[in-house]
């Protein structure tokens, strides 16, 4: 649900599948990844729902700091500079409710 992830922060979710996702909100929009570093292919946060750098502007990635952008999910800065996060596809109802598209 769009309450659960507030403006400049983020959320993860476990898939069915067991996958790890996590969502975050910029400037009313939602974005959704993969929880996995294309640098080592682990997750990137250290402690729980902490994906974004300490401005709240970044994806940081906890292991080797590499910074996302919140809306591609580009590299910008670290060991992987100019890959990217896997980005999922969602949706916002009307209900409040984000879906994967
Ligand atoms: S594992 Fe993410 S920056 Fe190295």
Known sequence: ??????????????????????VTQRDGMFFAYKNIC???????E??????LDQDQEYIEC???GALFTVETGECVAGP??????QKL???????????LS
């Open 1 to 22: 649900m769009t309450e659960d992830v507030p403006e400049r922060e983020a959320r993860s979710f476990e898939l069915p599948d067991g996958e790890n996702i996590f």
């Open 38 to 44: 294309p640098h080592l292919q682990v997750e990137l």
């Open 46 to 51: 250290f402690l729980e729902n902490q994906f």
């Open 62 to 64: 906890s292991t080797h």
């Open 80 to 85: 992987c500079t100019g890959e990217f996060l």
């Open 89 to 99: 596809a969602i949706s916002v109802h009307s209900d409040g409710g984000i879906y």
